[in-house]
């Protein structure tokens, strides 16, 4: 399941360049449109689990390094995309109450929204290769 989700991420983030290149994509990616924001939150939230996992889960590095590498990058690009798609969702919930926080949210998505079409893309290939993972393992 968060394979499929970090997918459906990826290709919401990637957006504008798929239908820049491929146009008849875009029927298929208005139907994940008006999920954007809980998709993001959803990615968000999991990419935060999953990094702090990894943090607790250091010892995993010396046992099966590739599957510790592999679980963090899925938590990294989980938690970037998650953070742009979901930010109107997630400044509600958390960042709402502190105007400080609330700025430095904002000025982040805004840097972060620069490198979104390639997180999208990493979030992509993340999220195949996790289902992939998943199934041969």
Known sequence: ?????????????ASA????????????????????????????????????SCVSSM????????TWIFW?????????VGFILGFKLISKWVLSKNETAMAKGQELRLKLSKFQVPLGFFAIAMGVLYTVWVFVL
Not at 27 to 46: C, S, V
């Open 1 to 13: 399941m968060g394979g499929i989700i970090t997918i459906c991420g990826g290709i919401l983030a």
């Open 17 to 52: 360049f798929i239908i820049a290149r491929k146009p008849n994509a875009k029927e298929l990616i208005d139907k994940l449109t008006p999920y954007e924001g809980w998709i993001g939150a959803l990615m968000f939230f999991w990419g935060v689990w999953e990094l702090i």
């Open 59 to 66: 010892s995993l590095l010396s046992e099966a390094p590739l």
């Open 72 to 80: 963090t990058l899925s938590g990294v690009a989980d938690l970037l």
